[in-house]
């Protein structure tokens, strides 16, 4: 049964105050590794894709890593709009099915 | 802005109700998905569709229906709505070409449900 776990469940950060996000998965046939944010009442927003060990990607203050068993999300120097809830799914099958986490809801305060 | 829009947005509704939901896209993508999320559980895929009148089941299938009789609509039916399935739901959509050998999925809006 493909598992996905992140932690830590919360996170509240000072603004600046950079941290990392972990995404530890165990599936069958990783495709992909994705991340979204989402935001209270709206529906999860893209981020990252990340196919293969040892790939990062990059937008503004967020970097994605990627090992065979994890992935983290790195926030520098975070904002306070940065606050959301950070989703990462692993994608499997040829119908690219997604197995989500519970996600880890991010604070920024100033 | 993936062009996906849900109907309704929120409902209430008794235990024993048959309910549908309606997620719409303008982009004529192959994939489509429907998803529940619940606090604890993340988002759990109830079933998809890879085509008109092609659907498969997804993790969370039971007491759910769905139908695609066009390629812009992917109706979701609870036939009799329990409490349990008081919930968010989500539509997502997967372009069927472009942007590498793994798409992504994009989410919309989502429908607040509750059953009463």
């Known amino acids: 049964e493909d598992q996905v776990t992140q932690s830590p469940e919360a996170l509240r950060l000072q603004e600046g105050e950079s941290s990392s996000l972990n995404c530890s998965y165990t599936v069958s046939g990783l495709r992909g590794l994705f991340w979204y944010r989402q935001d209270p009442g709206k529906g999860p927003e893209f981020l990252f894709t990340l196919y293969s060990a040892g790939e990062e990607k990059e937008k503004e203050r967020l970097k994605a890593t990627l090992t065979k068993k994890e992935s983290f999300l790195h926030i520098t120097a975070p904002k306070p709009e940065d606050s959301a809830t950070y989703l990462c799914?692993?994608?499997?099958?040829?119908?690219?099915?997604?197995?989500f986490g519970t996600g880890t809801r991010l604070q920024v305060t100033l | 802005d993936a062009g996906i829009t849900q109907s309704p947005r929120h409902k209430v509704t008794e235990t024993g109700t048959p309910v549908t939901l309606r997620c719409h896209q303008t982009e004529n993508h192959r994939y489509m998905y429907w998803y529940r999320q619940d606090p604890g559980h993340g988002l759990r895929l109830i079933h998809y569709?890879?085509?008109?009148?092609?659907?498969d089941k997804g993790e969370v299938s039971d007491g759910y229906s769905v139908s695609r009789s066009k390629t812009e609509d992917f109706l979701l039916t609870l036939e009799s709505a329990t409490s349990s399935q008081t919930s968010v739901y989500f539509c997502?959509?997967?372009?069927?070409?472009?942007?590498?050998?793994?798409?992504?999925?994009?989410f919309g809006p989502g429908t607040r449900l509750l059953v009463l």
């Open positions: 799914a692993p994608s499997t099958g040829t119908a690219s099915k997604l197995t």
């Open positions: 569709s890879y085509g008109v009148k092609d659907t």
């Open positions: 997502a959509i997967r372009p069927s070409q472009g942007r590498g050998l793994f798409e992504t999925q994009y």
